[in-house]
């Protein structure tokens, strides 16, 4: 993992690490040049050598790139850089959003009510209908990836396994990508997905906010 500190392309300074997944770790960072709060995301060093995860990776850049929506997350600058004990770090500057995961809302006050929920996947429907409308599906949707602000508004996050209609596949032929517990039936035998599979991975986070437990148990695609 890097440390604070660490300044990226003489201008990210990472200040606060927030998040590390199965691909990558998440910083709050200062953009000294603009003088504002930006958030880092870096490829893991260990996938670094697999040119699958590196382009993958480069994808979700040109993906947020292609959207322009109040609920999707905002890129600013992408980059590969060779730190001074000679790291290479590959990464992406975002939209910093201070708010809470849906999935800390869940586990923290248990069942949703009717109209908060109705709220919430409303506006993480019109997000995603912005992505399907540039022919991305999302793959990953799940409590985790909305954040909810303060104000209430909600924002998707993470488009790391995300697939255009018209790219090549990153992920190798049949490869299973996604979350297990809000996977639609397709997705999880590794045939083509579509804006269905988002529209159905939705409906499964709705069900877990309304019942305070995912619709199916299970870890894997199999269970």
């Given at each position: ?130 992505a399907h409308g540039k022919g991305i599906v999302h793959r990953d949707v799940k409590p985790s990836n909305l954040l909810i602000k303060a104000n209430g ?8 396994v995300a697939r255009s209609a018209a790219a090549s596949n990153l992920t190798g032929t049949n490869a299973i990508v996604g979350t297990a517990l809000y ?41």
């Amino acid at each position: 993992m890097l440390n604070p500190g660490v300044v990226l392309n003489g201008r990210y300074r990472l200040e606060k690490h927030l998040a590390t997944g199965g691909m990558s770790e998440v910083w709050r960072a200062t953009d000294t040049t603009l003088g504002r709060t930006v958030a880092v995301k870096v490829l893991l060093p260990n996938l670094l050598s697999d040119p699958g995860f590196a382009a993958r990776f480069r994808a979700e850049a040109m993906t947020l790139a292609s959207l322009r929506h109040p609920g999707v997350v905002d890129i600013f600058d992408s980059g590969e850089e060779r730190l001074s004990e000679g790291r290479r770090v590959l990464y992406l500057v975002m939209e910093y959003v201070a708010g809470e995961p849906l999935s800390r809302r869940i586990a923290r006050v248990g069942r949703l009510d009717p109209r908060e929920t109705l709220s919430l996947v409303a506006q993480a429907a019109e997000a995603l209908h912005a992505a399907h409308g540039k022919g991305i599906v999302h793959r990953d949707v799940k409590p985790s990836n909305l954040l909810i602000k303060a104000n209430g508004t909600v924002k998707l996050v993470d488009f790391g396994v995300a697939r255009s209609a018209a790219a090549s596949n990153l992920t190798g032929t049949n490869a299973i990508v996604g979350t297990a517990l809000y996977m639609a039936p397709e997705q999880a035998r590794g045939l083509p997905v579509s804006a269905a599979t988002d529209v159905y991975a939705l409906g499964a986070v709705a069900y877990h906010c309304l019942a305070g437990r995912p619709p199916f148990p299970g870890t894997n695609p199999v269970e």
